[in-house]
């Protein structure tokens, strides 16, 4: 039985600082494609950041290229994926979901990902 957990989402001041994390049990995410979604309220789930290890590369969506970061524990053995939030914006508040899939083509399409965690919601206060 799979399982994708998020924590570290919470109220922050514009120009703060979160650091998401994503661990996964019943699959390892170095042979998926592991990414960061959001989703604000009326808008649609939207492609954050994305890790490749099939290429070892990172993917980031224009809006947050810069300011957010996602990468791996170093620990082998700690199957968690992170996403640092550098100078937030009011406009990063959303439920930010952990992804992965074995077989995605496009990063940005949601149904490439077979797995989806529950959301933890950041709220930038402004």
């Known amino acids: 039985q799979w399982q994708l957990v998020e924590s570290g989402g919470g109220l922050v001041q514009a120009g703060g600082s979160l650091r998401l994390s994503c661990t996964a049990s019943?699959?390892?995410?170095?042979?998926?494609?592991t990414g960061w979604f959001r989703q604000a309220p009326g808008k649609e789930r939207e492609l954050v950041a994305t890790?490749?290890?099939?290429?070892?590369?990172?993917?980031?969506s224009n809006s947050v290229r810069g300011r957010f970061s996602i990468f791996s524990s170093r620990d082998t053995a700690k199957d968690t994926v992170y996403l640092q939030m550098n100078s937030l914006k009011p406009e990063d508040s959303a439920i930010y979901y952990c992804?992965?899939?074995?077989?995605?083509?496009?990063?940005?399409?949601?149904?490439?990902?077979?797995?989806w965690g529950q959301g933890t919601q950041v709220t930038v206060s402004s």
């Open positions: 992804a992965a899939g074995p077989q995605v083509t496009t990063y940005d399409r949601t149904d490439d990902y077979d797995y």
């Open positions: 019943g699959l390892t995410f170095r042979s998926h494609t």
């Open positions: 890790m490749d290890w099939g290429v070892h590369s990172t993917y980031y």
